[in-house]
Nanobody, 123 residues
Framework: QVRLVESGGGLVQAGGSLRLSCTAS????????MGWFRQAPGKDREFVAA????????NYADSVKGRFTITRDNAKNTVYLQMNSLKPEDTAVYYC????????????????WGQGTQVTVSS
């Protein structure tokens, strides 16, 4: 079992930045690919970014490319999402996901999910 806890959300003005963190416990963190998803009110959950266990591979949704960066620190069991140039349309609950297979993370079928952290971007 892997437990994921997100933090770092909050209220920020458009153009601002936030850094989300997701800390894992329960299993060997470096065995898992990690990802970030988000869900806005009334919308389906959507993929944001993913990273392989060894950081060799990263993948981003087109809507966040060039603005968001996913990284991980295996020594700290934590994955990060640096969000810059935030827009009101980035407002959502952000979730992290984990799975041994990055293909499962990319498609939203990750085996483990956190509870989410709210990000609100004001215009």
């Amino acid at each position: 079992q892997v437990r994921l806890v997100e933090s770092g959300g909050g209220l920020v003005q458009a153009g601002g930045s936030l850094r989300l963190s997701c800390t894992a416990s329960g299993r060997t963190f470096s065995d898992y690919a990690m990802g970030w998803f988000r869900q806005a009110p009334g919308k389906d959950r959507e993929f944001v970014a993913a990273i392989s266990w060894n950081e060799v591979m990263t993948n981003y949704a087109d809507s966040v490319k060039g603005r968001f960066t996913i990284t991980r620190d295996n020594a700290k069991n934590t994955v990060y999402l640096q969000m810059n140039s935030l827009k009101p349309e980035d407002t959502a609950v952000y979730y992290c996901a984990a799975d041994p297979k990055i293909s499962e993370v990319l498609t939203g079928r990750g085996g483990y999910w956190g509870q989410g952290t709210q990000v609100t971007v004001s215009s």
